[in-house]
């Protein structure tokens, strides 16, 4: 411990951060020291600081025996945005990336689509054209692009779809966009009986067939917008068909009514990184007991992007004008992490 | 094991039984024997007989290592319909008998709402009346009585209702009409690694208040038919409203939809007794590898009541004439039950 102190000591707000260790240690399961040179840290690519002080003085204080903000195991329920919290957003949406490559992969089989000028600016790769069509547009390029099959030929096309897409500036597979400081909370938060649900913006069908590989996520733990889904027996076989009109749309108001929805439980912590996160961290942290909000703000250019007011994906604005009042943490890309992606990534084919 | 083989052997079908309990002993984890008098039977009030046998040798095929049929834990998937499957369902669905109930109470307080003849019917306690409206008036009444309120005030209502709501024959509360070997079955299925969740015709948000008490289910495993549901803060306070308008009706080919939304996987196990679970048994069993489809016959009117094809609640039809040749496991309740309810039961009050 003196050694750890030692160390310790020259960050930001060590007695917070000690006692929390302390606490930890003391009343039931430790978990690993806080300092990042410790081969233990649960958290090595968040820098010292007052952020990481309140995330692990959160989870010991929510998951220690006997401390007074006690929670039982079921109630542990942890929900994170994926788009722009869990994974890189910029340019665009990964799911928009897969519709305008599907739009294209639709128009070489059926040539006539490009007569509607939406599919047409789609097949183009232009997604500027398609982001001005408004919701309207975007909601009837999924419908097209995501929908007229089967749950399992959707879950193949997206599969194979993300062995090789790849982002247009990273010049990593979009699968090697993940933010490895948020992977290793959640795997904190899992070692310490939390569950932890996606809820996300994007389609729920399409993220399934990545969550696990990606976040460890099994598919019952993901929840996001939904195409309407119908029941028939094709030659014999029983299909789930998705049919091109959305269903819900689980985003901003939406993100509480998916949770309850799904869980039938109000979570204790929520994540996300912009005003489509409002409600969800609103209805997270007005629950009684101890609550953890957190806010990802990007600002950094350097080693990813720097966007929120006025961005057209992940728009960071009334949120951000909120957290401090609500007690909401926000994070800062630049200066909480040190590290943004994985180590091992899979770079592009080409 | 001598001794176990004595008792055994004057049942039917001796050796596929003591060959289950044989290859769950040899296998792996042991379960409990197969016998109703050794005192670790896990289904003791299941009678010796083939059905008997088929569950035992389904669960042990499924949950032992190195079988041929051996499932990862993941995928340990049963879903169980509730109404006639986990409790009784008649003369009428208890959440029908809540909403009457609920109807006469609206009444009592807002009497100009006796002017639509379907309330003043409810308000009545017509369920016959009501049912004759068909499916359109039944919605109709679950909007009015189900909802215009936030979820926690809705289930703080039917919390209450449980309390001291009664059958009208049996003179138990509604409460104590579980089935005990629909219990025991679900407690062997969990001990042996697998999810057991509900897939109801009735409300989510109404069965989640008791299937934890009842059935050792937690909310997040309970799926079933909703209202519209919207986010809205008032006086500060962040709720989910309840609106008057049914959303998704998880019933018949409804019930794969709802487990593909909520879940995401196939189950492997699927037990219903109606033809409103024909999609689901379907759906279930067409997959790969070893399945479980099981029909419970309601054909004890002794102890229960006895009913199938032409039963308004829980008509079974379809169902039971596919049921040989899609190797469906009919339950008899009078033969195959030596008990239908627990043995400790709440009476009614008064």
């Known amino acids: 411990m003196g050694s750890l102190f030692l160390r310790l000591r020259g960050t930001l707000g060590i007695t917070a951060s000690f006692l ?11 978990i690993a020291a806080a300092s990042p040179q410790a081969a233990g840290d649960p958290l090595p690519s ?22 007074p903000d006690y929670v039982p195991v079921p109630e542990r329920l942890a929900v994170f945005d ?18 305008l490559d599907r739009a294209r992969t639709l128009v070489a089989q059926q040539p006539e689509l490009a ?31 995501h929908g007229g099959m089967d749950t399992e030929t959707f879950a193949r096309i997206v599969r194979d779809w993300f062995r090789s897409a790849c982002h247009p500036s990273l010049h990593r597979l979009f699968t090697s966009l993940t933010f490895a400081p948020m992977a290793e909370l959640m ?30 996520v099994p598919p019952e ?25 959305v269903a819900f749309i689980d985003d901003g108001p939406g993100k509480p009514v998916g949770i309850h929805t799904a869980l039938g439980r109000r ?4 994540f996300g990184n912009s005003d489509g996160d409002f409600e969800m961290l609103e209805w997270t942290t007005a629950g009684p007991g101890a609550r953890l909000g957190l806010i990802l703000h990007h600002d950094d ?22 957290a401090p009042q609500r007690g909401w943490t926000v994070v800062s890309m630049r200066n909480d992490w040190t590290r943004v992606y994985p180590l091992s990534a899979n770079p592009c084919p080409r």
């Open 20 to 30: 929390a260790v302390l606490s930890l240690v003391a009343m039931g399961r430790p």
């Open 46 to 67: 968040w820098r010292e600081g007052p952020v990481k002080q309140r995330l692990l003085a959160f989870v010991a204080a929510v998951s220690t025996k006997g401390s």
């Open 82 to 99: 994926n788009d722009g919290t869990l994974w890189s957003e910029q340019p665009m949406y990964v799911q928009l990336a897969f519709a």
């Open 115 to 145: 007569g509607n000028p939406l599919i047409a600016a789609a097949a183009a790769g232009d997604a500027r054209a398609v982001m001005a069509q408004g919701t309207r547009g975007v909601l009837d390029l999924v419908a097209l692009t």
């Open 187 to 216: 795997e904190l938060l899992r070692s310490r009986g939390f569950r932890t649900v996606i809820v996300t913006g994007g389609g729920t069908d399409f993220l399934r067939v990545v969550a696990a590989e990606l976040y460890g």
């Open 221 to 245: 733990q993901v929840i996001g917008s939904t195409l309407r889904t119908t029941y028939a027996v094709q030659g014999g076989v029983p299909v789930l068909l998705r049919r091109p009109e």
């Open 267 to 270: 979570p204790i912590a929520a």
């Open 301 to 322: 250019s350097e080693r990813e992007f720097a966007y929120d007011r006025k961005s057209p994906f992940g728009r960071l604005d009334r949120a951000l004008a909120a």
